[in-house]
């Protein structure tokens, strides 16, 4: 008898447990920054899936599903290995089999593009796709985007939806603070903070174009950044006066970017006048890149006085070298058009030999990361030749 209730016992609690297994809440993450998509957001929303082949569905939605856009979506798809999907609301319906609810709902993240968010959100609304997209949520679909893709998932924003003038624009509420996209633009920056200050929409988040925020379960967790000019900002009024936190950011990476311990590196801050005082030789990835300069640009003919004191002022400012075989010459020859050059290197029986020119970005930390996403595709390049 004891024996058959303990068996009963341990049946209903193994029922009772499994039921609370099933009902728990899947953890919510949204992933918002303050530009359109660009290869490195959608990777790290690919990648917050945990699937190898996860279901990406974009919704250019806001763009009035331009075409350019989808384009270019599919092509971060094909570079990244994965099979790109859109949704698509300005288009007829018909003929097609799947509702919007089907496609969500079959989603393993969702990615809005940037545009009119009063438009999408008021399209949202009357298709029922804003519902959908919070049932979705639930069930632990990703919500990303930026730009207008980042405003719609919070209480309010700072938007550029209204003819002549930024204004504040509610959104879907399901993250309780407001958002300022785009903060380096100083007009959305004091409109921001003066919206604010006033009390007319709560504390929140603010990204520059190249930066992002992971939220999961309301709160967040992870700031990101493609580039040390880009950050984000929790903005608040304290005491009727505007206060600003920037958060601290992880640089995003391609996957089969070197990690800074694969490097050695070290500064220079000589101008190419003074790296030719001392013995010409390729004995140095410098000394190669002064090299290549004299010839590329000095060797010619008639040049005049003023470009000559040009060239003769580039700045080395750094070097890069990855397992002494291959390396890149940081310099400030385009700096005022582009941005730092990046020349590489290699290193062929001691001798540094170039393998081609190329524009590192426009601080020493874009070039820098430059160099560790590109340096092992220019060395097969060079072991090739």
Avoid at 295 to 323: H, P, W
Wanted: net charge positive; hydrophobic share 35%; charged share 25%.
């Amino acid at each position: 008898m004891k024996k058959g209730l303990f068996c009963t016992f341990c049946l209903v609690f193994c029922c009772l447990f499994n039921a609370i297994a099933v009902e728990r809440p899947k953890e919510e993450k949204i992933f918002v920054f303050g530009g359109d998509i660009n290869l490195k957001f959608i990777q790290y929303v690919a990648d917050l899936t945990g699937k190898e082949n996860p279901v990406l569905c974009y919704f250019p939605t806001a763009s009035a599903d331009n075409s350019e856009n989808i384009k270019y979506y599919n092509s971060i798809c094909e570079k990244i290995g994965i099979e790109p999907h859109v949704m698509k609301v300005w288009v007829s319906s018909s003929g097609t089999n799947r509702s919007f609810e089907n496609i969500i709902m079959n989603s393993d993240a969702i990615v809005v593009g940037g545009g009119n968010t009063l438009n999408m959100l008021g399209i949202w609304k009357y298709q029922g796709i804003d519902t959908i997209l919070r049932k979705a949520l639930k069930k632990g679909i990703i919500m990303a985007g930026g730009s207008a893709g980042s405003i719609c998932w919070f209480e309010n924003g700072i938007s550029d939806s209204r003819p002549s003038a930024l204004s504040l624009v509610k959104g879907l509420g399901l993250l309780p603070y407001s958002n300022c996209p785009h903060y380096s633009e100083i007009e959305r920056k004091n409109l921001y903070h003066k919206m604010i200050s006033n009390g007319e929409c709560n504390a929140g988040f603010a990204c520059d174009a190249g930066a992002g925020i992971l939220f999961k379960n309301g709160r967040a967790v992870d700031f990101v950044t493609i580039s040390d000019l880009s950050g984000t900002w929790f903005v608040k009024n304290r005491k009727g006066k505007i206060y600003e936190k920037k958060m601290h950011s992880q640089f995003l990476l391609k996957h089969d970017a070197l990690s800074e311990k694969d490097l050695t590196y070290r500064n220079v801050g000589k101008k190419i006048k003074s790296i030719m005082l001392y013995p010409e030789g390729n004995t140095s990835p410098e000394k190669a890149y002064a090299a290549a300069i004299k010839k590329f640009r000095l060797g010619r003919q008639n040049i005049s006085e003023k470009e000559y004191n040009s060239v003769m002022n580039i700045s080395v400012e750094k070097v890069f070298v990855y397992d002494n075989k291959i390396a890149g010459v940081v310099n400030d020859a385009y700096k005022t058009s582009f941005g730092y050059g990046l020349w590489y290197f290699y290193n062929r029986e001691g001798k540094w030999v170039s393998v081609g020119e190329d524009i590192g970005g426009k601080t020493l930390k874009e070039s820098e990361i430059t160099f560790r996403e590109k340096a092992v595709l220019m060395l097969n390049k060079a072991e090739k030749e």
